[in-house]
């Protein structure tokens, strides 16, 4: 199950990131780049930071294949993605959480601590989104208001904290994706966000 959401997760992440580099004026490997970088950015950085090798999509070289066929898709119709909007916004929601879980699940599997573990999980689920934003010159959007990373953080920590007190791992996986998934969608829906620190004092 986690794996057929994985792949729905990353061919959506693929197809925003598309109209991000549309965006940018972006020629059709700058877009593929970008898609890539978005959908599978995440756990790269997290299994460099930890030495996990090989990379996913080393070893499945057909996410590369996926997520750039739907980054060009994208370019081709994005003005009907325009008025699915808010779909893609759910399925981003949707590949947070998986992504959160798939982290956690890497950083366990190396007997790696608790914090980190949770860590892993944020760095999988935001890092790529982040990325993204910065190869397209953009303010990071895990980095405004939007509950986003405090999102992961949620769904690691349910995650965790069940696998903790022996529940099974299935049990862990769907109770965190619920809540995860709640908590974003909710944010969305109602419009919250984390305070904002405004400073705008000079030094000198």
Request: net charge neutral; hydrophobic share 55%; charged share 15%.
């Amino acid at each position: 199950m986690l794996h057929v959401l994985y792949i729905i997760a990353i061919t959506a992440e693929a197809m925003t990131a598309a109209l991000s580099a549309g965006r940018r004026d972006m020629d059709w490997v700058g877009v593929c780049i970008i898609a890539w970088v978005t959908a599978l950015g995440g756990g790269t950085v997290r299994n460099v930071l930890f030495g996990h090798y090989p990379m996913s999509w080393v070893e499945h070289p057909e996410y590369l294949v996926i997520t750039a066929a739907a980054a060009l898709l994208a370019a081709f119709i994005a003005s009907i993605m325009t008025k699915l909007k808010k779909l893609f916004l759910y399925l981003d929601a949707l590949g947070l959480v998986v992504f959160t879980i798939i982290g956690c699940q890497v950083a366990q599997q190396i007997h790696l601590p608790y914090l980190i573990v949770l860590f892993s999980g944020m760095i999988t689920g935001c890092a790529g989104g982040v990325l993204r934003d910065v190869l397209c010159n953009e303010v990071p959007f895990l980095f405004r208001k939007e509950i986003y990373a405090s999102a992961a953080i949620v769904t690691g920590a349910i995650y965790i904290g069940i696998e903790h007190f022996h529940g099974s791992e299935m049990l862990a996986t769907v109770l965190a994706a619920i809540v995860g998934l709640t908590l974003r969608l909710l944010s969305i829906r109602f419009e919250w966000h984390m305070p904002k620190f405004v400073y705008r004092d000079e030094w000198h």
